[in-house]
């Protein structure tokens, strides 16, 4: 461990803080988040994972910054419109740490280049905005054994779930996304934020609660939402944490898993 004086000053707040300690931020910064989606839940995710010191920070979207966007996408500017959001987040989050490796993978995250994109990283925080991502992204982190913590926001409501279904523990292991939904819903049943709308800060609570979780998991500290599930309800202002076991007739981490790779999310 060599920090720089600079770097001292940076992470001092992490460094005394009971718990954490020069140990831990040093394993922050040689750690690897793959963030998907730069949008309402990816823009505080990065902002605060970058400012944390997380060392890579992989960056997953393939839209173009529009002025619709800027509500509640903290990361993007009114100067970045129309520049391709990986590129505009890499400016921002070098902005606010220099010590951050940002790399931007311009594209859409799919069947044919999930298990690649995934198999670089430590953890994947998903900010994604559909559920066929969600699905996909489920899949690959399982397959991939990869812990996967996901958030998702509609409206004036928040849900955040830590999945590591792969992990044995002393209970065998937690649930993945397929044990509490184990199928997408059917098409136009659930709106997005782009027909029903979404309060921008409630994305930033979300965000970040999404990346504390992610630190706690990259340095193992505290007790790990895996097995639950967290529901925000911004409008009455109540947090429900709701216990959620593994599905033994689950189709990805059950008994009898059907599925073994990623062909299910093709065509
Ligand atoms: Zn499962």
């Known amino acids: 461990m060599s920090f720089s004086e600079d770097q001292i000053n940076r992470y001092a707040r992490h460094i005394l803080l009971d718990g954490v300690g020069g140990v831990d931020q040093q394993q922050l910064l040689d750690s690897r988040v793959l963030v998907i989606g730069a949008g309402g839940l990816g823009s505080p995710v990065l902002m605060y994972l970058a400012a944390a010191g997380v060392g890579t920070l ?5 839209d173009v910054v529009e002025l619709s966007n800027l509500q509640r996408q903290i990361v993007h500017s009114t100067a970045s419109v129309g520049t391709p959001k990986v590129d505009s987040a890499k ?6 740490n220099p010590d951050v490796t940002v790399v931007p993978h311009q594209m859409r995250i799919n069947v044919d280049n999930a298990m690649d994109l ?6 994947i925080a998903d900010g994604s905005d559909n559920f066929a991502t969600r699905f996909l992204v489920n899949d690959a982190c399982y397959l991939a054994k990869k812990t996967l913590v996901s958030a998702a926001i509609l409206r004036f409501d928040a849900q955040l779930y830590t999945f590591k279904a792969h992990e044995q523990g002393d209970e065998g292991h937690g649930p993945c996304y397929r ?6 819903p059917p098409e136009g049943q659930i709106p997005t934020c782009a027909e029903a709308g979404v309060l921008g800060a409630l994305c930033g609570m979300a965000g970040s609660l999404q990346a504390t979780e992610v630190l706690k998991e990259l340095i193992g500290i505290g007790d790990s939402l895996s097995g639950s599930l967290m529901i925000y309800d911004g409008l ?11 599905d033994p007739g689950c189709r990805l981490c059950g008994d009898n898993p059907e599925i073994t790779d990623l062909t299910i999310h093709q065509g």
């Open 118 to 123: 995934i198999s670089d990283y430590d953890i």
């Open 179 to 184: 044990c509490i939904f184990p199928e997408p």
């Open 91 to 96: 400016i921002s989050l070098a902005a606010i």
């Open 58 to 62: 992989g960056v997953v979207d393939d």
């Open 236 to 246: 009455a202002t109540t947090f429900r944490k709701i216990s959620v076991k593994p």
